[in-house]
């Protein structure tokens, strides 16, 4: 199920963030469809004393969704549905 013939199956983001500012964590889902426009690498300045979030995302494809919970949240309900695994991770630098 996972495919490493894909050029990058996984998509990584990471944000940093200054100490006091509030940390918001969306799903790049939109309307059923993943978006992953929105995804970016950004590291902290060096000397900063920031907050880095990192996420990576895998959609996984969904083989059998008529036999019971159809947990897919990308394009439900097609043959093409799959479920968006995430990974996150938080850490505050020190300088």
């Not at 590291?43 to 995302?57: C, E, Y």
């Not at 394009?75 to 996150?88: D, E, F, N, V, W």
Request: with cysteine; proline share 9%.
């Amino acid at each position: 199920l996972f495919s490493c013939s894909n050029t990058s199956p996984l998509d990584v983001d990471v944000r940093f963030y200054l100490p006091g500012t509030t940390i918001t964590i969306n799903d790049p889902i939109a309307s059923g469809s993943y978006d992953p426009s929105g995804l970016t690498f950004s590291l902290p300045p060096p000397g900063s004393q920031a907050t880095v979030v990192a996420r990576v995302f895998y959609q996984w494809p969904m083989i059998v969704t008529g036999l019971g919970d159809n947990i897919s949240n990308i394009h439900r309900g097609t043959a093409t549905s799959k479920r968006l695994l995430a990974a996150t991770t938080a850490f505050h630098v020190e300088p």
